[in-house]
């Protein structure tokens, strides 16, 4: 790497240099941390970037030149737009934003954007409007949504019914994280509007966003609106919603999950993000929904099944949890095809260790496929400990 030191301008016009005061703390620590940024190695630019901020304002231009030097090393300006983070003055905002709207770098623009981000109430109205010019839409919603400010909240708002997917899909996504709003009914209304949005992506985040809210809100009406989700058109959709729907862990929401589990047409990967939702937080009517799908499920909703009844252990559901696995295993005992669920279910009854397991896992370890007897001496030995 070519050297680079901090150039000193002539202190006459002649270009003869008078000899220099002494320098103070504050200039010797900029040198230092300018020399340490532009020919360390990245260690030494980590180091150096976090200085800077307690020179002060004196460290804006040289970082200034630096940020827009376009013949500089990339890393160099990328630790440089870190650093200007800290100085929040307008001509800071001003050559932030420049970065922002014109580098084709997407780490670049990544760096403006989290340092833009830290500007606070400032940044929020030139983003505003940058989200006027077309092509620069998704690039300002991304940047205002790492403000933490309830300003930003009116662009956002606005952004829901924006014309490109993505940005709708943005704002979406940042409302649902918004811890509290003045406005929260604003926001809940945009949310649910978004439910009927025409693209998959931005209902799935609508989805995803009420189910922050309603977390927070403790709100059944809320749930009630997510409900209708899990016979989206749209498959990642309704599984979306499963899992939303499990995080909650409402009876309501296991009423809808169950009912939708057990209907005869439900998609396989449907049915496994249902049986993920309803082990969520176990609860007796989540067990007995699982229960009753395993009749008519296939092997690998079946397998799912197991997985989550055996990580019931040290639950109040572990002993009902452990008998549906006994019986489970009871019944394919004398079935050979049905080697992958043995193996599942001993793995399950040595996670669970209910009472009648031991002697079931012993039948196992005698099973004709190899792989069983390894799984079920692997769950006794798991038994005994």
């Known amino acids: ?97 420049n970065l922002l709207t014109t580098t084709s770098d ?16 400032a940044g929020i109205d030139p983003l505003t409007q940058l989200m006027q010019q077309p092509g620069q839409r998704l690039l300002a919603i991304k940047t205002l949504a790492s403000i933490r400010h309830p300003d930003i ?3 956002l708002l ?22 509290s709003s003045h406005q929260s009914d604003a926001v809940v209304n945009a949310l649910l ?27 059944p009406e809320l749930v009630h609106a997510l409900v209708p989700c899990l016979w989206d058109l749209s498959l990642p959709v309704c599984q979306t919603t499963a899992r939303t729907l499990g995080r909650l862990g409402t ?11 057990h209907a005869p047409h439900t998609p396989e990967p449907l049915q ?12 007796t009517a989540s067990l007995n929904a699982l229960i ?13 099944i197991i997985d989550v009844l055996g990580r019931m252990a040290s639950t109040p559901l572990q002993q009902a949890a452990g008998n549906a696995l006994c019986n489970w295993v009871r019944s394919l005992l004398q079935t050979p095809q049905a080697a992958d669920l043995k193996q599942a279910l001993a793995l399950a009854l040595g996670q669970v260790q209910v009472e009648g397991a031991q002697s079931l896992l012993e039948h196992l370890r005698q099973d004709t496929d190899e792989r069983v007897q390894i799984y079920a001496d692997a769950a006794l030995r798991q038994l005994a400990r």
């Open 1 to 97: 790497m070519p050297q680079h030191s901090i150039p000193l301008k002539p202190d006459s016009n002649d270009g003869q240099r008078s000899p220099s005061p002494p320098r103070t703390a504050s200039e010797s620590q900029l040198t230092t941390a300018l020399n340490g940024l532009i020919n360390g190695d990245f260690q030494h630019r980590w180091q150096a970037v976090k200085q800077l901020p307690d020179v002060g304002e004196a460290a804006i231009a040289p970082l200034l030149d630096l940020l827009q030097d376009e013949e500089m090393d990339w890393e160099v300006r990328w630790f440089a737009a870190r650093a200007l983070g800290h100085f929040q003055q307008p001509h800071v905002l001003e050559a932030l934003l």
């Open 106 to 121: 997407e780490e670049l623009q990544a760096t403006a954007a989290a340092a833009l981000g830290q500007f606070g109430a």
């Open 153 to 155: 909240l009116p662009p």
């Open 158 to 179: 606005a952004a829901v019914t924006d014309t490109h997917v993505a940005v709708r899909a943005m704002a979406i996504a940042t409302l649902g994280n918004l811890q």
């Open 193 to 219: 509007q978004a439910l009927q949005d025409p693209d998959t992506t931005v209902r799935q985040e609508a989805v995803t966003a009420l189910g922050r809210w309603a977390e927070q809100q403790n709100t």
């Open 251 to 261: 009876q309501p929401a296991i009423a809808a999950m169950a009912q939708v589990l």
């Open 272 to 283: 496994i993000a249902l049986i993920q939702g309803l082990g969520w937080h176990p609860q």
């Open 292 to 304: 009753a799908a395993w009749e008519n499920a296939p092997q690998r909703v079946r397998l799912e």
